[in-house]
């Protein structure tokens, strides 16, 4: 190595060694300027690996190709996971800049990979004869996307495909830091006369928002989930409610078309280059080449799931409307109900039939406590233990992290929490990693975050839809943390996308088990255990308001598949498009997507869950079907059941197809049944 690289190697936090605990990143010295550097050496050590896999002059083998493949690029993907995590949690101008810089150049360099020919060849030319049953799996999943991604293509439309990817990533990296400049810039002052219906907790809140923004003479609602949502449900000022609502859902579309702040537009452009795409792959649209290799397979079978939650869903949200609006006008109200009014009158309606109120519940939940619930449950199910570590230099300074460790003792990785909102960092909830598990290469231990957007408190309060969300993104947890296999291909959760959400949603529902509210369901400032009384009209207003729920989200669903069957004709003008939509499939008035298409960061910033946002609804599927054999066993902490569930789903990855993994566990696949009686549908499904 030459003196000016061994200097620039030193210098560079990212490209040096890292001798700290866990081998975390060293963020205490990591600054913007590492980071373009850093990716270029990257991606050239990623090249250089893989123009030594094309000019092995051995035969192609399991070890020289498979195991050479499923390894090269640690040190880019080093990088891209400090890096990425960064953008997404605390992000600044100067990593935006370095995201705009460098997400065509990313892009550019996979489909370099992906659209070699020899190295395609190279794969296909590896005997099946002689591999591991996981190698086996390997070479299957490579082989899979290199015919997905264009390999096979004539030299033309290889590089056309390169050219549509690059500006795929450019455009979806201005997508999703238009929507987060929205989240950010948006701040609604409140003053003392504002204040009409807000409980004590979210008043306690707006004002530290409010302090924290050097604004100690009044209280801030921003358009942070926990604290947008909130204020919806209790604020009393309908006017007040109207403006937080229209602020909520017209995130990405405040500037005129064509502008920065205009994400219409993006989506446009987005939809006619994936549509494209899929075409020169010889697909009839962008949707059937994304199901070709998930679990539903066809945008039909989607469509299928998707109607026939919809009704019932539609017929039961249409009850709720016409009790709402009768309530309201039983208070006087002589409104037509609005989305701006739903959760305000909902939660007055919950109130009334299951006596369910968020200001008497909110202290049970306190974030700490539904974090040691989250591990508990862990530990009866997986023996797994969680022990703080302090003293590490994290991401950000609201960040900890545990070490988790097996039954035996042994070290099986390190969680890292970030539970606060702040303005530079998206909204929503998600799991991430900065290594994934793997055997070829020491470290082959998982570092797994969880990144959620709570309102900041002493102490911070959630509600159960908040814990429910922290046990979400746990479950996703685990798959990362109890990952067994060999190859960082099939670790974790490099699942099909509509398997991926199995465990996160499955483990949402111990939350909800008495074992786990009677014993950590307990009042902030007493210690005494929520009510027996208040447990059991907790649970059962479990299927309270899913009318609502499952069509604000079966809507963006729909939206989103439909846009990507019919590209070309949602492109010509894709506001008018969802709106077309949202009349044909009969979206009630008092009702919105939960995520419109100018926002919709899940479709439109990546290609994570484009044409594959009713991936929830299909794990759903299992995951109901999955918690009920715990039911039928009697014990939702059965031993042999936890054990099947760990194996041949947690640890296993993606070291088989899903329909395999899931029949293991449960003997056979599930039907709709179950999904439809946890959303309390099941009468409406007639």
Known sequence: MSDVLSDAVSENPLLAPWHTPYALPPFDRIEPAHFMPAFERGMAEHRAEIEAVKADPAPPSGANVIDALDQAGRALDRVAAVFFNLAGSHTSPELQAVEREIAPKLSKHSSAIMLDVALFARVEAVPEEGLTPQQARVRTLM????????AALDAEGRARLAEINARLATVGTAFSQTVLKDEADWVMWLGEGDLDGLPGWLQAAAKAEAEGRDRPDAWAITLSRSSIEPFLAFSARRDLREQAWRAWTSRGETGAPGEEGDNWTRIAETLTLRDE??????????????????????????????????????????????ALQALAAGEGANIDLAPWDWRYYAEKERKRLHDIDEAETKPYFSLDSVIEAAFDVAGRLFGLSFRPVEGLALHHPDARAWEVSGPDGAHVGLFIGDYYARPTKRSGAWASGFRGQQKLVAPGRPIIINTMNFAKGAPTLLTFDDARTLFHEFGHALHGLLSDVTYRTIAG???????????????????????????????????EPMPAAMIQRLRGAQTFNQGFATVEYCASALVDLIMHTRAPEAAADPRAFEAAVLADIGMPAAISMRHRSPHFQHVFSGEGYSAGYYSYLWSELMDADAFAAFEEAGDVFDPGLADKLATHILSAGGSDEPEALYTAFRGRLPGVEPLLKGRGLLDDAA
Request: glycine share 4%.
């Open 277 to 322: 795409r899929a075409r020169l792959l010889g697909f009839e649209n962008y949707a059937a080449w994304r199901l070709s290799d998930q679990m539903a397979k066809t945008p039909e079978a989607v469509r299928d799931l998707l109607d026939r939650v919809w009704q019932p869903a539609r017929a039961r949200a249409s009850a709720e409307a016409a």
């Open 493 to 527: 959760t490099a699942v099909a996308r509509d398997f991926v959400e199995l465990p996160s949603q499955l483990y949402e529902h111990w939350l909800a088990t008495p074992a786990v509210l009677e014993t950590h369901a307990r009042h902030v400032e007493t210690g």
């Open 143 to 150: 082989l899979r996307r290199f015919r997905k991604s264009g």
